[in-house]
């Protein structure tokens, strides 16, 4: 909607970005907050691209339909409503819902590289960058993709040396500085404090 004010919320693969999500959505609903995550908008398989090997690289920027993205989100500040089909990652067997985006005084967008595509990141109000070490990052990552994604230990391996860490200091790391609060596993709880104080205020 006009006016609304833009949250950005970055960082590494396994970072804790959704989590973050989790817990400002626990506290507010629509249509005070809008949560938006570029989850949603990976490519079809047939349209990603392929590494030497001929796996799908999921962690560059071309993985995401950037421009549905932000024509989507475009359409959230202009006060429309929109539909999407959510993204199941490694569950082609399961069928996707359709989930719903409604403008609101307070949107907030969390993705791998928003911060890295220009148009995005000039819609920003306020930039959260969530850091944390290497090691634990790969083990959360580990711990995902064989439970959540049923993703074999070999290509998560794999897809951290080769694509994960590649792209995280290539799009990801160098925009750290650029971030208005950067958030660690140490300082999650009172990251999180200032973050919805920001979030009660511009809804005040």
């Not at 973050?20 to 490519?43: G, M, N, W």
């Not at 990603?48 to 920027?61: A, E, K, M, R, T």
Request: proline content about 6%; overall charge negative.
């Amino acid at each position: 909607m006009a006016g609304a004010y833009v949250i950005g919320i970055c960082g590494g693969s396994a970072s804790g970005k959704t989590y973050l999500l989790h817990q400002i959505s626990a506290r507010f609903t629509e249509p005070s907050v809008c949560l938006l995550s570029q989850d949603h908008y990976y490519k079809k398989p047939e349209d990603q691209i392929l590494d030497d090997l001929g796996y799908i690289n999921f962690d560059v920027p071309a993985a995401i339909n950037t421009d549905l993205f932000l024509e989507n989100l475009q359409r959230i500040l202009q006060g429309e409503g929109i539909t999407k089909e959510e993204y199941l990652f490694n569950h082609p067997d399961l069928k996707p819902g359709e989930l719903t985006f409604l403008p609101a005084p307070v949107i907030i967008i969390e993705g791998l590289f928003l911060f890295h595509e220009p148009k995005i990141a000039s819609m920003l109000d306020y930039k959260v960058f969530l850091d944390a070490n290497m090691q634990e990052l790969y083990s959360r990552r580990l711990e995902r993709d064989r439970v959540e994604r049923s993703i074999p230990e070999d290509l998560v391996h794999y897809q951290w040396h080769k694509h994960v860490l590649p792209s995280y200091r290539r799009y990801i790391l160098p925009y750290k500085n650029h971030a208005d609060l950067i958030i660690t596993p140490d300082t999650f709880e009172s990251g999180l404090e200032v973050l919805l104080n920001i979030i009660n205020m511009h809804l005040a």
